[in-house]
T-cell receptor, first 116, second 114 residues
Framework: DAGVIQSPRHEVTEMGQEVTLRCKPISGHNSLFWYRQTMMRGLELLIYFNNNVPIDDSGMPEDRFSAKMPNASFSTLKIQPSEPRDSAVYFC??????????????FGEGSRLTVL | DQQVKQNSPSLSVQEGRISILNCDYTNSMFDYFLWYKKYPAEGPTFLISISSIKDKNEDGRFTVFLNKSAKHLSLHIVPSQPGDSAVYFCAASVSGGSNYKLTFGKGTLLTVNP
């Protein structure tokens, strides 16, 4: 079975440029999460979608960040304009929620973003 | 305010011995706890979990212990193997409306020496 697929794996860009990260969740999973990992803050939840609807975006740092999930098999995280402090590893994760969410997330391999 | 803390950034043990990774939490509302394992250049993978109604959960070489009164949990790996070398993240969640939200610790790098 294919896991969560993220692209690109690595992105190096210059400050001010637009960055788009992509995610394909596991088929049949109805919850999708974007996390950011930094040395200082560890793994932080940015946004959570359930059945393609954004449920909680309280972790999105500021208006420069936006995320979409146009269908059950695709999501994007966009940063515009990008800044050096956005440099981090961005993980997408998915899960199948039922009556009781066990919290077992399936993570992609991450997209390492470097903003110069 | 860090609600889930892993105070040891790293731990080194000999192959065959026990590895004990510790995690403390401050939010008394947390009632479900998980451990994830992460290899370099890969995403975290789920390892084991425990509900607050239990104080121990075992899966093969991995056992998680929960001490609710101390707000402390630990992961025991016995016997440790070189392939266990990875970063281990502790995570916690609250049942109910926000049960999707996992709060992660910063991780402990475990190195198992042959």
């Amino acid at each position: 079975d294919a896991g969560v697929i993220q692209s690109p794996r690595h992105e190096v860009t210059e400050m001010g440029q637009e960055v788009t990260l992509r995610c394909k969740p596991i088929s049949g999973h109805n919850s999708l999460f974007w996390y950011r990992q930094t040395m200082m803050r560890g793994l932080e939840l940015l946004i959570y979608f359930n059945n393609n609807v954004p449920i909680d975006d309280s972790g999105m740092p500021e208006d420069r960040f936006s995320a979409k999930m146009p269908n059950a098999s695709f999501s994007t995280l966009k940063i515009q304009p990008s800044e050096p402090r956005d440099s981090a590893v961005y993980f997408c994760a998915s899960s199948r929620t039922s009556g009781q969410n066990t919290g077992e997330l399936f993570f992609g391999e991450g997209s390492r973003l470097t903003v110069l | 305010d860090q609600q889930v803390k892993q105070n040891s950034p790293s731990l080194s043990v000999q192959e065959g011995r026990i590895s004990i990774l510790n995690c403390d939490y401050t939010n008394s509302m947390f009632d479900y706890f998980l451990w994830y394992k992460k290899y370099p250049a890969e995403g975290p993978t789920f390892l084991i979990s425990i509900s607050s109604i239990k104080d121990k959960n075992e899966d093969g070489r991995f056992t998680v212990f929960l001490n609710k009164s101390a707000k402390h949990l630990s992961l025991h790996i016995v016997p440790s193997q070189p392939g266990d070398s990875a970063v281990y993240f502790c995570a916690a969640s609250v049942s109910g409306g926000s049960n999707y939200k996992l709060t992660f610790g910063k991780g402990t790098l475990l190195t198992v020496n042959p």
